[in-house]
């Protein structure tokens, strides 16, 4: 190949590389396989051989591939010793850190000036460039010797391979530190992909960092998100600045990247600001931070201040309270929800996470305890997600205490005893008897409402007190309370008392749509129930349908069958069905099959509409009633209205109606016509 094609074929190559690695890394939607991707990899290595005096190598994608595995990392001994910073968890102690730092320097006069960052929550590593060439990486360590991982950092895009030339030329020897991290989304979508293999998870993003560094084989490395920011200097030689402030600048010129949240801080307040602020937006940043730093800005003074005990005087983290913290499970214990779900709880010993004592942490249902596989007695770690609700990310297996055993879902219900059911396709495991004291107040509640039977005045709060006073324990209850009952109750009138023993009574004839979804079966909403009395007609017809049955209705699938079928087969649902026929309730039936007469019906494609007040019906049954029977119920009176039902004290649209010539009816008349009384 010719220089200039082959200049130009590496340019194309460079830029596809790059392109896949954004696909593969950023994007998580690779487009090529491995294979494809080495090939053309190494197409371009070939070529950078091939015309090695021609092109510049120091930033080809070839320099960031990874090498063959090693057998062990080599020792590198750091040029100037990396230290750790003191810590502070308040904002009196970064006033308290400025006092000391001004006392030590015999100037308590002069303000301070500092610079403020937030503390990434990853893996310190430090590089060093000899004339602007990256030559070596380690870790930490112990902070005098780490471990060379040069290799790894090099499959990071955000490592520089060599210093940009600025405005200020590359030293000769420069050691620069940072932070390597993993972004939050990058870190669940690799655990996520863990998962999907069948690999463990990482507990958190800094686990997932540090486990990416440490792998003897960069090519796993160069396969993980990992990002870098740059915010310390070691040693130098040929370069000097006056202040951090400065050497961040200059970091930026040479192509370092620096995070964008530093800020210069004139004075202490400045600092405690500062904290608030970051701390304030810490969960919005797409990166965990564990804190803030705050540096003495001048270098001079850095240097007089020196160090204490391996931490820097002139330097201060202000942690911020721990999202994760490592406790003991109690036990597990089952607790049953309002909608009879069975939620597994983890009792905890209690902890302290994110400036809260967390005691106890859900664990949702019984495929999230399979997958973290927790047990009593396991030590966990738990953390509140969103800095709320705790959770438990992971157990430490190997604190796990001998003989634990895998957590099994209770067969019955913990609350009243009845057998649980699990629906296909829900993770949840439920109680159904519609009496369990768990969910009776629910149950009651949604039975009373206005889709359903209807009870004026019977709201969430009498329904809590009623059954608090043991005067209900399941929604047939309330038609044997008598008027006593009520008024013995808190701030309850007679009259109100009165109308409450009322609207229980009106109740009594719901149409059966109303009924059946009064009952509150899982599945079975207002559509639902009106398909079901569509095919059955009668109450006992839908008792006695068998799962396939339901199932061959129109509209109603497998998994709504399978949930109406088990309601039914619920004894204690049974007794309660029963207890409310003996009380009187008897829904409107039909015979089974049969549709409503809608075509002989008076009311078929007929425009109602009413006013004042009715003698016996409500305007809800009412409307029921015309819109059963395929009429159509409106409200305000046009040429089109059919007909208006007048009540007692009708004004204006019983005006109108007369001036429209349309007819108006009485409740009997509209009742007469309907077909019924
Ligand atoms: S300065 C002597 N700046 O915090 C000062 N450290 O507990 C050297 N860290 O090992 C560190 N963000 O891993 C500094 N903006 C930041 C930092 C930061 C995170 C980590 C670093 C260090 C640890 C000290």
Redo the contacts with the bound molecule.
Sequence with gaps: MEKEAALKRIRELRDLIEYHNRQYYQLDAPEISDAEYDRILNELRDLERKWAGYVDISDSPTQRIGAPPLEKFNSVTHLTP????SNAFSEEEIIEFDSRIKRLLGNNAETIDFVA????D???INLIYEKGVLTVGAT?GDGFVGEDVTRNLKTIRNVPLRMKEGRRPAPSRIEI?G?VYIRTEDFKRLNKRREERGEPLFANPRNAAAGSLRQLDSRITRRRPLDIYF??LGDSEGVSFATHWEFLQALHEWGFRT?EHIKQAPDANACVEYYRDIMERRLTLPYEIDGV?I?VNSLELQDRLGSISRS?RW?L?CKFPATQETTVVKKIEVSVGRTGALTPIAYLEPVRVGGVVVSRASLHNIDEIRKKDVRDGDTVIVQRAGDVIPEIVKVIESKRPHGAGEFEMPETCPVCGSRVVRLEGESAFRCIDIACPAQVKENIRHFASRGAMDIEGLGEKLTSALVDNNLIRDPADLYYLDKGDLVGMERMAEKSASNIMAAIENSKRPSLEKFIYALGIRHVGEHVARLLVKRCGTLDAMMAASEEELGNIEGIGPIIARSISQFFREPRNVEVIEKLRKAGVRPVEREPGKEPAKAESALQGKKFVFTGRLDTLKREQAKEIVESLGGEFTDSVTKKTDFVVAGEEAGSKLEKARSLGIPVLTEKEFLEMAGGG
């Design positions: 990396m230290l750790s910073l960052e937030p503390k990434i990853g893996v310190a930490r530190r932070e915010y310390a995070n730093v540096k820097p330097a983290a």
